[in-house]
């Protein structure tokens, strides 16, 4: 089975710059040792079970809760049997249809 998630956290009341709170969810994130990738928007996180992956967020929105008065968290899951390493698959599949001609 394979889990992903994608997050993100925001940190409201802490004036415009969020970057150093929004670093220590994503520190949570790497050093649970589940695969990941963060973009300008998101991070995605997968592994093997719904409890998995939502303790890893759960914990992340719990750093950045305990530097700000209010966290705003949009999450996205893609939860399905018989798939590893979605991660990465779903990009190649996108790639290799990419370089088909129309």
């Known amino acids: 089975?394979?889990?992903?998630?994608a997050f993100?956290?925001?940190p409201?009341?802490?004036?415009?710059?969020v970057g150093e709170?929004?670093?220590?969810?994503?520190?949570v994130v790497?050093?649970?040792?589940?695969p990941n990738r963060t973009d300008a928007m998101f991070t995605v996180l997968e592994g093997?079970?719904?409890?998995?992956?939502m303790?890893?967020?759960?914990r992340a929105v719990a750093a950045v809760a305990a530097h700000a008065p209010r966290v705003s968290?949009?999450?996205k899951v893609d939860w399905r049997d018989g798939s590893t390493d979605a991660l990465t698959h779903k990009v190649e599949s996108i790639e290799a249809h990419l370089k088909r001609p129309r």
């Open 1 to 5: 089975m394979s889990v992903v998630v």
């Open 8 to 10: 993100s956290v925001t």
């Open 12 to 17: 409201l009341g802490v004036g415009e710059s």
């Open 21 to 27: 709170l929004v670093a220590e969810a994503v520190r």
């Open 30 to 34: 790497r050093e649970s040792g589940l």
């Open 48 to 53: 093997d079970s719904w409890d998995q992956v």
């Open 55 to 58: 303790a890893v967020v759960q």
């Open 73 to 75: 968290t949009v999450i």
